[in-house]
T-cell receptor, first 114, second 109 residues
Framework: GAGVSQSPSNKVTEKGKDVELRCDPI?????LYWYRQRLGQGLEFLIY????????KSGLPSDRFSAERTGESVSTLTIQRTQQEDSAVYLC????????????FGDGTRLSIL | EDQVTQSPEALRLQEGESSSLNCSYT??????LFWYRQDPGKGPEFLFT???AGEEKEKERLKATLTKKESFLHITAPKPEDSATYLC??????????FGAGTILRVKS
């Protein structure tokens, strides 16, 4: 497809387990972002990748959160030892690069921690 | 710290009843202001980018305007299919977006 693709769309897991969330950006987009959206709240920035530059990790809430990106393609967000407060929708976005322009979002992964 | 505040939190309109949504922002060096629409269970869908005070953008029944302190999203003669959450975001230093909490719009026929 032409848009940002995220998987899985839903994930239910037990507290303390590790989870991996995947994002496929729009082809040709060099910038990739992860955001978290808690119920009834705005989006919170987590991490940003731009080409081969070091990622901006300033939004990661704890060292249990990490993310990787392979070149200018797929990214994986990993949450270790999940806690109930990690329950949220995790959204991925991509954009054309290091310019001021719109970010295009996937439909997110809805993560529920039991 | 960059901040975005949207009002009202929720708005109910009758079909055809025009209104405006507000987005107030405090940023050091605005590079762009973005409006998105979000439907339940979906990711935000891009609507507009505004770059400087005085700029306006239009799309169908929607019109976005920008001043040095706020942006308005004007909805003219809304239809039920305009019901959604409307999100405002600013891009300042760096490339991350800072979002407001959104305005939930319901348009009844």
């Amino acid at each position: 497809g032409a848009g940002v693709s995220q998987s899985p769309s839903n994930k239910v897991t037990e507290k303390g387990k590790d989870v991996e969330l995947r994002c496929d950006p729009i082809s040709g987009h060099t910038a990739l972002y992860w955001y978290r959206q808690r119920l009834g709240q705005g989006l919170e920035f987590l991490i940003y990748f731009q080409g081969n530059s070091a990622p901006d990790k300033s939004g990661l809430p704890s060292d249990r959160f990490s993310a990787e990106r392979t070149g200018e393609s797929v990214s994986t967000l990993t949450i270790q030892r999940t806690q109930q407060e990690d329950s949220a929708v995790y959204l991925c976005a991509s954009s054309a690069g290091n310019v001021v322009g719109p970010q295009h979002f996937g439909d997110g992964t809805r993560l529920s921690i039991l | 710290e960059d901040q975005v505040t949207q009002s009202p939190e929720a708005l109910r309109l009758q079909e055809g009843e025009s209104s405006s949504l507000n987005c107030s922002y405090t940023v050091s060096g605005l590079r762009g202001l973005f409006w998105y629409r979000q439907d339940p269970g979906k990711g935000p869908e891009f609507l507009f980018t505004l770059y400087s005070a005085g700029e306006e953008k239009e799309k169908e029944r929607l019109k976005a305007t920008l001043t040095k302190k706020e942006s308005f999203l004007h909805i003219t003669a809304p239809k039920p299919e305009d019901s959604a959450t409307y999100l405002c975001a600013v891009q300042a230093q760096g490339n991350k977006l800072v979002f407001g909490a959104g305005t939930i719009l319901r348009v009844k026929s």
